[in-house]
């Protein structure tokens, strides 16, 4: 797929293109050469392959986006929708090049198109993908996380193209949207991991120590808008509960493992893992001092995580961050999201129709992003139309309003991960700022975390 003419080849003769490749964590983590051919440059070939098709204006294109786009969320910005800022988590170069693509899908866009953002998928080979490297305590204990399960993934494609087929699908292209679960599939960091150690009647507890894992700079959050997909493609059978009865009919042989010592276990299994280049101790025992302040917000900030989980707040229990109580099966909950208005601002009035949005609208969502529109004048209602734009830095850019209002993208050049400075983004641009600073101080709005040397991973 890295190579043009390989996809000019694929496409030929293709009614559907349905694009779900992509190098994911851990592999994206050890390999950044790999996951740009694969997660931005195979997806720019087949956009480019299908624009240059005589059929062009008859295939369809299905591009599978992801939640890793939406960046780090915690309890204040816990759930997302289509128009959320797509901020990359720092180091992170699957989402880094999965932004990039999306943006090149929108503003190259074919004929017919849909961007379909991918949330976790509880999928077959979770076990094995995990538990060989530090991937593993990536997952923040708290962080929200709404999964969908592999099997629910294909039969949304396979209903998206049988229902397209009958004609049934009318007003669904050239739009984004989110895929999750529901309800059933949401749960947090510790929450995850633990019905997975309940197969061997076990809990994240027995296994982890609470500093092993990061606080922040992953990815995940609840869908706001997660059912309108469904409502459209009707593809969700499995609940949480339900993949992992699978996995436990699967996996049987780890019922074995009640009878062995947890302690056993945890010296033998996961404390190896702490070693892993990709793992978080090993940055922090290794002089990775970008990766300790991306991950944990600093070496202070490290040391004061809890050694013991008595003393470990965790949502699932009941108690915040600060050992409040907190509601945490409501949190999970659409009308609980709604209630305590948790849709974050996209800058402009968004109660308008998309046939009335004018170019006052664009100001407005430009002046929010921290810059300025520069057209005088856009047709009413036309979100495809590129604009000119300036940004806080003086980079001055085109764009179309959709990129811009339903992509979540801004200044190409600011907006660009490397060298991982969302800070001095999101110091100019309050669009961002609500996400980042959700859980970073006034001091990270500069270049804080190294690219190379010093003993830093690029």
Excluded at 180 to 209: I, P
Aim: with cysteine; net charge neutral; charged share 25%.
């Amino acid at each position: 797929m890295a190579r043009y003419e390989d996809c000019l080849r694929f496409v030929d003769g293709a009614d559907y293109v349905l694009h779900c490749a992509a190098l994911i964590p851990p592999r994206s983590d050890h390999n950044e050469k790999l996951a740009y051919e694969c997660d931005y440059l195979a997806s720019k070939n087949l956009v480019d392959a299908i624009n240059a098709s005589p059929t062009r204006e008859r295939i369809k294109f299905v591009y599978i986006g992801t939640v890793a786009e939406y960046g780090n969320r915690n309890r204040k910005t816990m759930w997302g929708r289509v128009g959320d800022p797509m901020i990359s988590s720092d180091y992170d170069c699957y989402s880094m090049n999965k932004i990039r693509a999306e943006r090149y899908l929108f503003e190259h866009r074919p004929a017919n198109f849909v961007s379909l953002r991918q949330t976790a998928i509880a999928h077959k080979y979770l076990f094995a993908n995990n538990m060989s490297d530090g991937l593993m305590f990536h997952t923040s204990w708290n962080g929200p996380l709404e999964w969908v399960s592999d099997r629910d993934s294909g039969r949304l494609l396979t209903h998206l193209v049988a229902y397209d087929m009958e004609g049934r699908l009318k007003g669904f292209w050239n739009r984004i949207y989110n895929i999750g679960g529901g309800r059933s599939c949401r749960a947090t960091g510790f929450e995850s991991v633990s019905q997975g150690f309940a197969l061997m009647g076990r809990s994240a507890k027995d296994f982890f120590s609470p500093e092993w894992n990061i606080t922040r700079n992953f990815h995940g959050c609840y869908f706001l808008d997660g059912d309108e997909l469904e409502s459209i493609l009707h593809f969700r059978r499995d609940s949480l509960a339900d993949f992992w009865a699978r996995m436990g009919k699967k996996h049987w042989c780890l019922k074995l493992a009640k009878i062995v010592p947890p302690a056993l276990i945890k010296s033998l299994v996961f404390k190896p893992l702490l070693k892993d280049e990709n793992a978080p101790m090993y940055w922090v025992n290794n002089g990775y001092e970008g990766h300790v302040k991306a991950f944990f917000g600093g070496r202070e900030a490290f040391a004061k995580i809890p050694r013991r989980w008595a003393e470990f707040n965790l949502y699932c229990e009941g108690r915040d961050e600060k050992g409040e109580p907190f509601d945490n099966e409501a949190s999970k909950d659409l009308a609980w999201a709604q209630k305590n208005h948790m849709a974050l601002d996209h800058g402009y009035d968004e109660s308008k129709p998309i046939g009335s949005l004018t170019i006052e609208d664009m100001r407005q969502a430009a002046a929010f992003r921290g810059g300025e529109c520069l057209s005088e004048s856009m047709k009413k209602g036309d979100l495809w139309t590129k604009l000119k734009w300036r940004c806080a830095e003086g980079h001055e850019f085109t764009m179309s309003p959709f990129t811009l209002l339903f992509g979540g993208y801004w200044c190409p050049l600011c907006e660009q991960p490397k060298p991982w400075a969302t800070g001095k983004l999101a110091a100019h641009s309050p669009f961002f700022a609500q996400v980042y600073f959700a859980d970073h101080d006034a001091s990270e709005t500069v270049d804080s975390y190294p690219l190379g040397g010093n003993g830093e991973k690029d």
